[in-house]
């Protein structure tokens, strides 16, 4: 059995809305497919479904894009994350007082968080924090290492917008604040730094 929701013309974040609405009342033996018409869009949704362990596939038809959305487990990379924590990073520079000396912590914190054993599941980045995912950033090794270990990394779009740095944006996805939010309520523990 197979569910649609049609997101084609609608604005952001209404086609996450509408998907993770769907989503919820769906049966064990159905599939949805979310039809949406711009590629933030498509990545938010895709973003949404892998958060909640769904299996999502992408096949664009035209200028739309279709995406098939079913229950199942994402593939695990065998590294300990821990699903109810979040880290909430909203300054490049960690603490107050010297901005020099708020940058070789924050790329000191983000080594050692690389190294570690149990992991966040996500890092939540706004306001200056966006900084840390862009190209020049002091902390992008850590973060790619941290990707690559499967920990969702999340820069706020409306941020990147502000900072004029979307096309600058190296290592993790854009997001919205309605997806922050619903990441922040439903975490056991939110870190914030």
Request: glycine share 8%.
């Amino acid at each position: 059995m197979e569910k649609v929701v049609d997101a084609r013309g609608l604005a952001c974040p209404q086609p996450v809305i509408q998907t993770k609405k769907a989503m919820e009342s769906l049966g064990p033996e159905t599939e949805l497919v979310t039809i949406v018409d711009n590629e933030v869009a498509r990545d938010n949704v895709l973003k949404l479904a892998r958060s909640m362990a769904w299996e999502a596939e992408v096949k664009e038809q035209g200028s739309d894009y279709y995406i098939r959305i079913r229950k199942g487990a994402m593939p695990t990379t065998g590294v300990s994350l821990t699903a109810g924590q979040v880290l909430l990073v909203g300054s490049a520079t960690l603490g107050r007082g010297s901005e020099e000396l708020g940058s070789i912590l924050m790329r000191n914190f983000f080594y050692s968080l690389s190294e570690a054993e149990v992991l966040p599941r996500r890092v939540l980045f706004f306001n200056s924090g966006v900084q840390l995912c862009c190209q020049g950033s002091p902390v992008l090794d850590s973060l790619l290492a941290l990707e690559q270990k499967g920990v969702e990394l999340l820069a706020c779009g409306t941020c990147l917008d502000y900072y004029h740095l979307k096309d600058k944006l190296c290592v993790g996805s854009v997001t919205n604040m309605y997806t922050i939010v619903e990441h922040l309520m439903a975490a056991e523990k939110v870190i914030s730094l």
